[in-house]
């Protein structure tokens, strides 16, 4: 079973503290602005014990999802798609309709990515505007976890904001210490031709 990557990889913090607010209410609206988008696309690498591979996750609000993963040990594009209540899995686009016991998960995940209110983002500071990726934009990044263990590595997350359409750009996890190469990095696009529908004649899962 195939399962939903967490495409907005949203970081698990503590609550806002009122300091940071005004930049987590920023933050907090352009994401909510992107999920009245369209359409979206969100990309990133995924580190695996095979190898890196490609996310690929389409989005049409309110309940249409398509994702694509792509790497050098895979047969293929693996996909994983969700129209309305009904989910597809397939390679290539080979699809097959799932069990009710795996769409009500992707379901689910659908639903928390393309929630109202975007969750457990973090204390922000404002970075204003900045250059990232040679484009000019407004960042936003999360200050250290104050429980982190002594050793571990200390991360942050910087989102950077388009600030002529206001809508997210780059949501990246990279170390705290200046200069280190970024632990993740998911891209934001809204290309205006993504169509999401439901495949017809595919065939139910089999059950094993």
């Not at 992707?106 to 040679?134: M, R």
């Not at 910087?158 to 996890?173: E, F, K, M, R, W």
């Amino acid at each position: 079973m195939r399962r939903v990557f967490a495409a907005t990889v949203l970081l698990l913090t503590a609550a806002p503290t009122a300091s940071y607010a005004a930049c987590q209410d920023e933050v907090i609206a352009a994401f909510m602005k992107q999920r009245k988008s369209p359409a979206f696309r969100v990309e990133m690498a995924q580190p695996t014990a095979e190898g890196p591979v490609n996310v690929r996750v389409d989005y049409v609000p309110p309940a249409k999802m398509l994702q694509t993963v792509t790497g050098g040990n895979m047969p293929g594009e693996q996909q994983t798609m969700l129209v309305g209540d009904r989910a597809f899995a397939g390679t290539s686009g080979a699809y097959e309709e799932l069990l009710p016991q795996y769409t009500q998960s992707i379901v689910a995940e659908v639903k928390t990515a393309l929630g109202q209110t975007p969750e457990n983002l973090g204390d922000f500071e404002c970075l204003g505007k900045v250059s990232f990726d040679g484009k000019d934009l407004v960042g936003y990044r999360t200050k250290p976890a104050a429980d982190a263990k002594a050793g571990e590595a200390s991360l942050s997350r910087i989102v950077y904001v388009d600030p002529a359409s206001g809508l997210p750009a780059y949501n990246v996890v990279t170390p705290a210490k200046a200069g280190e190469a970024p632990v993740m990095k998911a891209v934001y696009s809204y290309p205006a031709d993504i169509v999401i529908e439901a495949p017809e004649g595919a065939p139910v899962q089999k059950t094993k």
